[in-house]
């Protein structure tokens, strides 16, 4: 996943690092047909860490259903609670109170839930993001450096 891109990454780094270096400009001669081959690995390897964002998306939706769920189950069983109180007005005052506060509970541990959920799979989407862009930016700096090379050696000889 990440780590393949990272390794992929590394590779091309290695061999621009490695590659032909031409005397004062600056400029390494590299193997293309070897970087593009390593651009469409990366470019394989991309939709995996889409794969692990869509993942994350629907952990966080079971969570909050989880969340939601027991929330249900904390009120349904206030309620049932109340019913079995109802004989006697004081005990049904009691119980409606007890119900009450459970659902606030209930509710409040539901909110809390889904805000962690939520808050959670923002870091989980922003770190994805964030290796994306990182791996975007490598690529569009090597294609650009290609490019360069490319167009240095089209350029006709300058006669001494």
Known sequence: MESDVMKLLDELEEIVDRGTKIPMTGKVLVDDTVIFEILDKVRAAL???VQNAKWVLSERQRILNEAESDAQKMVEQGKSYVEKMAEESEIVKQAQ???????????????????????????????????????????????????SVRDERRKPAVNE
């Open 47 to 49: 939709p995996e860490e």
């Open 97 to 147: 109170a007890y119900a009450e506060d459970i659902a606030r509970q209930a509710q409040a541990f539901a909110r809390e839930v889904k805000v962690g959920a939520i808050q959670y799979a923002d870091e989980l989407l922003q770190k994805a993001e964030a290796s994306l862009y990182d791996t975007i930016q490598a690529v569009r700096r090597n294609r650009e450096e290609l490019q």
